[in-house]
């Protein structure tokens, strides 16, 4: 690569990321491999990455948790996100993994993404529109476990997956590099037990020990019970996006700005 200018990665990779579009074929050697690996990874982890940021924002819970800090030991930063397992209590007393997401997970969370925009009106798509395969939500997975500024931490309850609570980059320029968006989703008959609280303290947590300043988020404007938990956490508002969303049934649904610095 290095004896050809006009295919450095990084300028390959600016090229793909805004445009969306095939890479040119370059005359170099390296060309050919690289142009597969965008079209085939990238392009659609992309898109992959965007949708699945926006549709983990729902409810949050009005809960308590005493065991965060005593799982410091379980987080390991550095070349790439790996976490866990580590077992917490939720407030019925039931013991929650939290892991990262595998390949393995693939399906399920899939399965969870319908099940969950079914079940709550605060997040972007209709069930219909989950329709990333299981090799773009396995690759996603992957990109996460190789990265050392995402994570994505899944909850398990008996071997069950029951929810998730990620975080991810704002964008890749230096500018960018201190801020971090979270998203958290449940499914429904998990709320109201300090799961998603739980959660959320960890990976805030282990976003500030990867070098993050301040962690972002989106919520609908009259999801009360995300914002109350947010609050709690330590987040502000700074703004409203006035129909961020519009329903099926023709209204429309604002959208609040927070932010925490860490």
């Known amino acids: 690569i290095k004896k050809c200018p006009r295919c450095l990665i990084f300028r390959i990779i600016h090229l793909a990321e805004y445009s969306m579009l095939n890479v040119p074929n370059m005359k170099c050697y390296a060309s050919e491999k690289i142009s597969q690996w965008i079209d085939g990874y990238l392009i659609p982890f992309k898109a992959k990455a965007w949708m699945d940021l926006t549709d983990r924002r729902a409810a949050g819970e009005h809960v308590d948790s ?48 319908k099940v969950t925009t079914a079940e709550t009106p605060y997040l972007i798509r209709e069930p219909e529109e989950v329709v990333m395969t299981q090799e ?83 919520v609908i404007s009259d999801n009360q019970n995300a914002i109350a938990l947010y609050e709690k956490l330590g987040f502000q508002k700074y703004g409203t996006f006035p129909d961020n969303m519009k329903y099926a049934d023709g209204h429309y649904a604002s959208a609040d700005w927070m932010m925490k610095k860490l």
């Open 66 to 113: 005493k065991n965060i800090r005593k799982n410091k030991n379980n987080w390991k930063g550095g070349m790439n996100m790996k976490f866990g397992p580590i077992e917490i209590k939720d407030k019925s007393n039931r013991t929650i993994v939290l892991r990262n997401a595998t390949p393995e997970d693939a399906e399920d969370l899939i399965t969870y993404l």
């Open 136 to 218: 773009q939500e396995t690759a996603f997975i992957n990109n996460c476990l190789n990265s050392d500024r995402s994570l994505m931490l899944i909850a398990t309850l008996d071997g069950k997956h029951i929810g998730n609570c990620s975080f991810n980059p704002v964008g890749n320029y230096k500018r960018y590099r201190h801020r971090c968006e979270v998203a958290i989703a449940l499914y429904q008959e998990f709320c109201g037990y300090g799961i998603g609280k739980i959660m959320l303290e960890t990976v805030l947590k282990a976003a500030k020990e990867s070098g993050f300043e301040q962690a972002e988020l989106e």
